[in-house]
């Protein structure tokens, strides 16, 4: 089945180390994101790529990396110079072939926690 | 710039009653509205979504939701939730210009008593 993978589930983290999380996707889908969700605050964007080898800046960038070598993967590097990391982060993906409309596939998400 | 805003944060609610999560949005353009579903740990999965066409939408689960262009909302029902309904709920708007321009809501959870 067709699907985004998002791994390791869980992972700990003590402050100071940079972790970085997998998403791989097999749905041929063109964009792939990165989202941090905190309780009460719904998604914000941390990076997004359209295309292999480009990626955007979202709303709160600062103190992560992405790379886009493969159509397929979308890793997050989560840096110590993120101030507070300990969230869930989901990974999606997106085909704008429905009337330009950006409909959203999401991974099981990460749960990043920094001791 | 685009906003969404989700005006109950939690919605308990006896099972087999009708829920209403609401849902109201600011743009200036025209937007696309989607309702995404989330349970405990787990990713986002979409329920429903209005592009164009007929205002009342339905989607999975029994779920449906009611473009109102007038009052720019999307509110969500369905007239007899189940225990499984138990989950968070997120509203969210798109203009289709951008791929990053899918702004979120903060979340309804809506708990399900049995």
């Known amino acids: 089945d067709g699907g985004i993978t998002q791994s390791p589930k869980y992972l700990f983290r003590k402050e100071g180390q940079n972790v970085t999380l997998s998403c791989e996707q097999n749905?041929?889908?063109?964009?792939m994101y990165w989202y941090r969700q905190d309780p009460g605050q719904g998604l914000r964007l941390i990076y997004y790529?359209?295309?292999?080898?480009?990626?955007q800046k979202g709303d709160i960038a600062e103190g992560y990396s992405v790379s886009r070598e493969k159509k397929e993967s979308f890793p997050l590097t989560v840096t110590s110079a993120q101030k507070n990391p300990t969230a869930f982060y989901l990974c999606?993906?997106?085909?704008?072939?429905?009337?330009?409309?950006?409909?959203?596939?999401f991974g099981a998400g990460s749960r990043l926690t920094v001791l | 710039a685009q906003s969404v805003t989700q005006l109950d944060s939690q919605v308990p609610v006896f099972e087999e009653a009708p829920v209403e999560l609401r849902c109201n949005y600011s743009?200036?353009?025209?937007?696309?509205l989607f309702w995404y579903v989330q349970y405990p740990n787990q990713g986002l999965q979409l329920l429903l979504k209005?592009?164009?066409?007929?205002?009342l939408v339905k989607g999975i689960n029994g779920f449906e939701a009611e473009f109102n262009k007038s009052q720019t909302s999307f509110h969500l029902r369905k007239p007899s939730v189940h225990i499984s309904d138990t989950a968070e709920y997120f509203c969210?708007?798109?203009?289709?210009?951008?791929?990053?321009?899918?702004?979120f809501g903060p979340g309804t959870s809506l708990s399900v008593i049995p």
């Open positions: 999606a993906s997106s085909s704008q072939v429905v009337s330009g409309a950006n409909v959203l596939t």
């Open positions: 749905l041929n889908h063109d964009a």
């Open positions: 790529s359209q295309i292999v080898n480009d990626f």
């Open positions: 743009s200036s353009v025209s937007v696309y």
């Open positions: 209005y592009l164009s066409g007929s205002t």
């Open positions: 969210a708007v798109s203009d289709g210009t951008s791929y990053d321009k899918v702004i």
